[in-house]
Each structure stands twice: as structure tokens, then as C-alpha cells.
């Protein structure tokens, strides 16, 4: 399986995106799929992820303001972001594992390149 993600952008703060991750092949067995984000000078964090049964793990900075979401017609993951700040700047990296526990304690079997979110003040 291979994670394109899309979406990414410059965006003033109080803003919206809508950040997309398609997958290669089916999505359908990938229990385990979710968002991660990294910014300049920071580690890694998990940002949301949802298992295929609905379980969700947001992180508390976001709560509130994102939304994640899938769709397995079209193999597909989405983070809908609202009312962005510039600290949600970062690389935004999609990842899935057949496991959802594996995803969002950083197990994850897939990764894809990721796609920049800028924020501006």
C-alpha cells in the first residue's frame, strides 16, 4: 500500500484546509489509519487517527478545531482543519497499520511523504 497525501497549503490563521490521504491499493483491512505532524526543530506527534470501527485518539492541541475521517469507497483518509493556527505549521504525514493501536502508538507499517500546512499571523 502507498500513502499520497494532498491538501496542504498557505493558510492566514482562523483558516481552513482539508488534507487527503489516498492509498494505493484497498484501505479496507488497514484498521489502524491516522495523521501525524512535524514541524522544524520538533519531534514527531500523532495528530489524530481512527480505527476502522470509529475509535478515535486526537491529540489536545486539535481537539476541537480537527476532524478526521475516512472513506473506504474511495480508499481514502481525510483531516479537515479549522481555525488554524501558526502553530499547526508543519509537514503533515498520513500513516495506516492493520492494527489501530499500532498507529497511534507509532507502529505504523505505511507512511506516506506528506504535505506542507503553513499557517500565517
Known amino acids: 500500500v502507498q500513502l499520497v497525501e494532498s491538501g496542504g497549503g498557505l493558510v492566514q490563521a482562523g483558516g481552513s484546509l482539508r488534507l487527503s490521504c489516498t492509498a494505493s491499493g484497498s484501505i479496507f483491512s488497514l484498521n489502524g489509519m491516522g495523521w501525524y505532524r512535524q514541524a522544524p526543530g520538533k519531534e514527531r506527534e500523532l495528530v489524530a487517527a481512527?480505527?476502522?470501527?470509529?475509535?478515535?485518539v486526537t491529540a489536545e492541541s486539535v481537539k476541537g478545531r480537527f476532524t478526521i475521517s475516512r472513506d473506504n469507497t474511495k480508499n481514502t483518509l481525510y483531516l479537515q482543519m479549522n481555525s488554524l493556527k501558526p502553530e499547526d505549521t508543519a509537514m503533515y504525514h498520513c500513516a495506516a497499520a492493520s492494527s489501530f493501536t499500532d498507529v497511534w502508538t507509532g507502529k505504523y507499517e505505511y507512511w506516506g511523504q506528506g504535505t506542507q500546512v503553513t499557517v500565517s499571523s
Open positions: 481512527l480505527s476502522s470501527k470509529g475509535n478515535t
